[in-house]
């Protein structure tokens, strides 16, 4: 089992800035994608920002430019900074965890965070 703690949601004015973190414990997997969803109230889970097993970065286009994802493989963690925050950035962000037997695995066992709200104010 892997267990993801988020920390870093809140409350901000509209073009400011925050910083989500989670790291991962537990039985971790060597190959691995960890990445940032996001879901507003009366919609979808949508994909914000995602390193990929391979480790290149996907970022949705509504933050590419404000967003940063990063990552401390040491400490099984990753990162987005949030910058030029608007009022539809509002949401629960939720980290993503996909963990890989072997580099070519076609399934993953994947792992949601609890959750992180953020709200940016108008």
């Known amino acids: 089992q892997v267990q993801l703690v988020e920390s870093g949601g809140g409350l901000v004015q509209a073009g400011g800035s925050l910083r989500l973190s989670c790291a991962a414990s537990?039985?971790?997997?060597?190959?691995?994608?960890m990445g940032w969803y996001r879901q507003a109230p009366g919609k979808q889970r949508e994909l914000v920002a995602s390193?990929?097993?391979?480790?290149?970065?996907t970022y949705t286009e509504s933050v590419k430019d404000r967003f940063i994802i990063s990552r401390n493989n040491a400490k099984n963690t990753v990162y987005l900074q949030m910058n030029s925050l608007k009022p539809e950035d509002t949401a629960v962000y939720y980290c993503?965890?996909?963990?890989?037997?072997?580099?070519?695995?076609?399934?993953?066992?994947?792992?949601w965070g609890q959750g992180t709200q953020v709200t940016v104010s108008s």
């Open positions: 993503s965890y996909k963990g890989y037997l072997v580099t070519w695995a076609s399934n993953s066992y994947d792992y």
């Open positions: 537990g039985t971790v997997f060597t190959i691995n994608a």
């Open positions: 390193f990929t097993r391979g480790g290149s970065i």
